[in-house]
């Protein structure tokens, strides 16, 4: 699934060539696209037709655009104060393609622009498990921030994210740390594979206790979730497959670059001790079994 630089990569991408267009028309090609639209494809379609795009915002893995209408043009526009939600779950793709261009094989969802540019938005999906749907606003969010992921915590990119918070929290949630770093309630945009590579980067164990971290390793652990994102941004984000591309259709290539996720059995790049990989949750955890020691088990009965 893409995690926050690969969506942050596609939001730049929107905010590019998509923010500040006006809608001339939607097509929904299959209905599971919208299924989070609960009034339906044929209400999706009308309500974004002569609406304008405003900026691209990102909160964790949701990307979103709001709406502002364009009465002279259309009046039966939205009236700003909805915003168009997208998440791309396993393999959905946000492209800006020349409206000429052979449709996908896997197109869910077509808008079309009013305006002389000749490229039109696609959601393409082929696993459908993202989607698009309209949303109000969060009442006073200056960035129209949808009601629907308003429980979704801040990233650890954003400004305003809380450190003290955030670790005051680790410490109350008696949980593990990898399992913490995927609670999107808690910190938003971390998924599998920067979880694994964070965790490899600070020498932490994925089954550690998050009631074990001091104040001290819970903000260099931050500082690594940090600084990985931020190399994976710079390389256009991670792409095993074709499922992951940025809106023109481009992959990244931080996966070149990846010390733990997918490693298994080859010498970490630290020690020379070869990497191992667990099941974990329905995924896999990728560790070195010497830098990233386990937990000590504790007894029954112990504090």
């Known amino acids: 699934m893409p995690e926050l630089p690969e969506v942050e990569v596609v939001r730049r991408g929107l905010e590019r060539w998509v923010s500040g267009r006006t809608v001339a028309g939607a097509e929904v090609r299959h209905p599971r696209a919208v299924r989070r639209h609960t009034p339906g494809p044929e209400d999706f379609a009308a309500r974004l037709r002569g609406a304008r795009f405003g900026p691209a915002y990102r909160r964790g893995k949701y990307l979103w655009l709001p709406l502002g209408n364009v009465p002279e043009q259309d009046p039966d526009a939205p009236a700003a104060g909805a915003s168009l939600l997208g998440h791309l779950g396993m393999s959905g793709q946000l492209l800006v393609q020349p409206a000429d261009a052979p449709d996908e094989t896997h197109l869910r969802v077509r808008i079309r622009f009013a305006d002389d540019l000749g490229t039109e938005l696609r959601f393409v999906d082929q696993r459908t498990f993202g989607g698009l749907s309209l949303h109000p606003w969060v009442p006073g969010d200056p960035d129209g921030l949808p009601d629907a992921i308003a429980h979704i915590a801040r990233d650890p990119l954003d400004p305003a994210f809380d450190e003290v918070a955030f670790h005051a929290a680790l410490r109350r949630r008696r949980t593990t740390v990898k399992r913490a770093l995927l609670d999107q309630t808690l910190i938003s945009g971390v998924g599998n594979i920067y979880a694994d590579e964070a965790l490899w980067r600070a020498r932490l164990h994925y089954d550690r206790p998050t009631e074990t971290l001091t104040r001290y390793r819970s903000t260099e652990l931050l500082g690594h979730v940090r600084d990985v994102m931020h190399a994976a941004l710079a390389a256009g984000g991670t792409s095993f497959d074709s499922l992951y591309v940025n809106v ?19 010498p970490c790049r630290r020690c020379g001790t070869p990497m191992r990989r667990r099941p974990w949750m329905n995924r896999s955890s990728y560790y070195c079994p010497r830098c990233q020691r386990p937990p000590a088990r504790r007894r029954a009965g112990s504090p």
């Open 248 to 266: 023109n259709g481009e992959s990244g290539y931080f996966d070149r670059s990846l010390d733990a996720y997918g490693r298994e059995d080859e």
